[in-house]
């Protein structure tokens, strides 16, 4: 039998499961950093779309403790959005005072308060047949045995993290490296639910990313969106103007020390070589369709919730469309279909 989450937790998994109800993307537990330093753990990403053109950045405080300090929680709210540049924030409290309402409401400032929380804890909507954050959590140590064995847990801790600040090509490469690595265990043989369960988690997040960078280019050609995307996944959020300048200058720093041209020039045309041979058409050329395009909503919360499931489903039994990314991306890392889909 598990054990009952603490006060905190619990608040943060009812209020997530609300959010799950009414069509949001969510992750609990995000960490906010700035170069080497944690600034803050956002208790609730919410990613929502309203329409084909617009998407909503959420970050959501939650405070329920005896004295929740309501009022300097909207102030802080308020400044990791607008730090973050999100499109909205939200301060959940169980202080039941008007005040707090009102200074929010003043403020642009969401409040869910005490009488709202407890209406949602006797509601079904903060009971959804899922587990929970820390039963995630568990699950990825004990699977890579911590840090011993990839430290499943630490890829996912810093996964969550790109959500907040790179919703960009660089975290959508980044992405990309964690689902190769958990194909790749897939592959030799580990089709456990918790592997899987990590991969659906990948891929939801890969998904809210390239919605998030296509959601400037609904209305592009499909020609402008394959070049956007193939440029992207090689060179990444600079592009290739930046992967061509920093040749130029790794070439002329090997001419400062060595006195042999050719060698500066083989290292600049090496750093352009490798990215034009990476098989970045295969994904420009899925996902630059306007099909898949608007899907990639609706794919994140699919494979989210099939991540959070009791019983997680083999990709074999998944429908067709979540099907068709996942061999897609095992084709990009040139991974025998076969092997993922036994």
């Known amino acids: 039998m598990k054990e009952p989450l603490l006060k905190g937790p619990a608040a943060e998994e ?5 959010f799950l109800s009414i069509g949001f993307y969510t992750a609990r537990g995000c ?9 803050t753990d956002i208790d609730l990403f919410l990613y929502g779309k309203s329409s084909s053109l617009n998407r909503e950045r959420i970050n959501v405080d939650i405070k329920n403790k005896r004295t929740p300090q309501a009022l300097e929680r909207i102030f802080w709210a308020k400044g990791l959005q607008q730090t973050l540049q999100f499109e909205g924030c939200i301060v959940a409290t169980n202080d039941t005072r008007p005040d707090v309402r009102e200074f929010g409401l003043q403020n642009k400032v969401s409040v ?18 899922r587990i929970n954050e820390e039963e995630l959590l568990d699950e990825l140590d004990r699977a890579s045995l911590g840090k011993l064995g990839g430290d499943w847990r630490g890829r996912y801790e810093k996964a969550k993290t790109r959500l907040v600040t790179s919703l960009n090509f660089d975290g959508a490469n980044a992405w990309l490296n964690d689902i ?24 939801a997040q890969l998904a809210i990313c390239l919605d998030f960078i296509l959601r400037e280019h609904v209305t592009a050609e499909h020609d402008q969106r ?23 200058m790794a070439s002329s720093l090997v001419s400062t020390v060595v006195s042999d041209p050719e060698l500066g020039r083989t ?3 090496e750093i352009l070589r490798q990215a034009e041979e990476l098989k970045a058409d295969i994904l420009a050329e899925y996902f630059s369709k306007a099909a898949v395009q608007s899907s990639l909503f609706d794919l994140a919360k699919f494979f989210d919730v099939n991540a959070y499931a009791r019983e997680v489903p083999p990709a074999s039994t998944l429908p067709s469309q ?9 084709d990009f890392f040139e991974i025998d279909r076969k092997q993922i889909l036994k």
């Open 226 to 248: 394959y070049r956007l995307l193939d440029e992207g996944f090689r060179y990444g959020a600079a592009g290739r103007s930046l992967a061509t300048k920093v040749g130029k």
């Open 322 to 330: 979540a099907l068709s990314i996942i061999g897609v991306l095992a």
């Open 31 to 39: 960490k906010f950093k700035f170069n080497n330093f944690d600034v």
């Open 267 to 269: 290292l600049e045309h």
């Open 180 to 203: 190769h690595y958990y194909f790749a265990e897939i592959a030799k043989g580990n089709h456990s639910p918790t592997a899987w369960r990590i991969t659906y988690v990948s891929i």
């Open 112 to 129: 869910l308060d005490g009488r709202f929380l407890s209406r949602l804890v006797k509601s079904n909507r903060s009971h959804l047949d």
């Open 14 to 18: 009812a209020l997530r499961n609300y």
